[in-house]
């Protein structure tokens, strides 16, 4: 069983930033943190779950990572295997992305954009964007 906790959240002005962490833990499915894609995704109140970034590994295990339009050139998502924990930075922030966090993981190499390709989440994190 794979267990997500997200952190980092809080209240920020606009044209600030926030770095979110996710840290990964494990129970009896043995498998190395390297072996998942990770992703995170975010809900707005009253919207529905929307993607905003993951990030996977090549087969000559090299990084990959893919974004949103809504979120490209100023959140980043990168990972360290090391510490089990996946980050988000975003950097200047809008109130619309005002929303919970979410974290995600799948058992494979190559991330994904569709929510219901990842089997383990995380509670979310609160992210605030004031005018």
């Known amino acids: 069983q794979v267990q997500l906790e997200e952190s980092g959240g809080g209240l920020v002005q606009t044209g600030g930033s926030l770095r979110l962490s996710c840290v990964v833990s494990?129970?009896?499915?043995?498998?190395?943190?390297?072996?998942?894609?990770m992703a995170w995704f975010r809900q707005a109140p009253r919207k529905e779950r929307e993607f905003v970034a993951h990030?996977?590994?090549?087969?000559?295990?090299?990084?990959?990572?893919h974004y949103s339009n809504s979120v490209k050139d100023r959140f980043t998502i990168s990972r360290d295997d090391t510490k089990k924990t996946v980050y988000l930075q975003l950097d200047s922030l809008k109130p619309e992305d005002t929303a919970v966090y979410y974290c995600?993981?799948?058992?494979?190499?190559?991330?994904?954009?569709?929510?219901?390709?990842?089997?383990?989440w995380g509670q979310g994190t609160q992210v605030t964007v004031s005018s």
């Open positions: 990030i996977g590994w090549t087969r000559t295990d090299y990084t990959t990572t």
């Open positions: 494990e129970r009896a499915s043995g498998r190395a943190m390297n072996r998942y894609s």
């Open positions: 995600a993981a799948r058992p494979a190499f190559s991330g994904s954009s569709y929510e219901n390709e990842y089997p383990y």
